[in-house]
């Protein structure tokens, strides 16, 4: 079975930076593509960044896009994702998810993802 295990939230102010870690275990990470989420106090889960399994495509939501960074270390079975620039409205639980697909891509897809963590909080005060 494979489990999803996220770290490196935290606390910060506006303007910091954060890097919260996926750790993959169970399977090797480069079976899979990646994507993370974000779900905030009553909205619904919505999707913030994805990886192809081989790292060379990467996908963004437009509210992140130019401050977050998606990576993966396949040696290391971990996924990472650098938050730039952080603001208020960045609050929210942040999950890690696996995308079991067969060929390159990625998706932005929620329901498309076969695996989840439990999530890591990322608080940013103004």
């Known amino acids: 079975q494979v489990q999803l295990v996220e770290s490196g939230g935290g606390l910060v102010q506006a303007g910091d930076s954060l890097r919260p870690s996926c750790a993959v275990s169970g399977r090797s990470l480069s079976n899979y593509a990646m994507g993370w989420f974000r779900q905030a106090p009553g909205k619904e889960r919505e999707f913030v960044a994805a990886?192809?399994?081989?790292?060379?495509?990467?996908g963004y939501a437009d509210s992140v896009k130019g401050r977050y960074t998606i990576s993966r270390d396949n040696a290391k079975n971990t996924v990472y994702l650098q938050m730039n620039s952080l603001k208020p409205e960045d609050t929210a639980v942040y999950f890690c998810?696996?995308?079991?697909?067969?060929?390159?891509?990625?998706?932005?897809?929620?329901?498309?993802?076969?695996?989840w963590g439990q999530g890591t909080q990322v608080t940013v005060s103004s």
């Open positions: 990886i192809s399994k081989s790292g060379r495509m990467t």
């Open positions: 998810a696996a995308d079991l697909r067969v060929g390159g891509g990625y998706s932005t897809i929620r329901d498309e993802y076969n695996y």
